[in-house]
């Protein structure tokens, strides 16, 4: 690839990422969404961060190393839901998630 194939590719990239980003923020902006829209919208953050979770564990080589490893980080994640439900806190998410994983694959 040349350097103008290069600059040309770039170029069309950041001015499509604008234009995605910034004209619906020109468009809507004065005005009032529908309730539902905005619940769906709220939805959005939840469900970007549970794909990227679920990415990360559920592999498609989740048991390729036996049951236990596999299970270990469905259990730590099962215990980070918990604590997640009951404190609402993400550092104790990440210090239950941190120490329960360690125990598990203690066991």
Known sequence: MS???FWIILATCGATMLICRVAPLFLLKGRDLP???IRALNLIPPAAFA???ANDILTPGMFSQGIWPAAAIICASLIVVVVAVKT????WCAVSGVASYAVLLLI
Request: net charge negative; glycine share 8%; charged share 30%.
């Open 3 to 5: 350097w103008e194939e």
């Open 35 to 37: 309730d539902g829209v």
């Open 88 to 91: 609402k806190s993400l550092i």
């Open 51 to 53: 794909a990227l979770v």
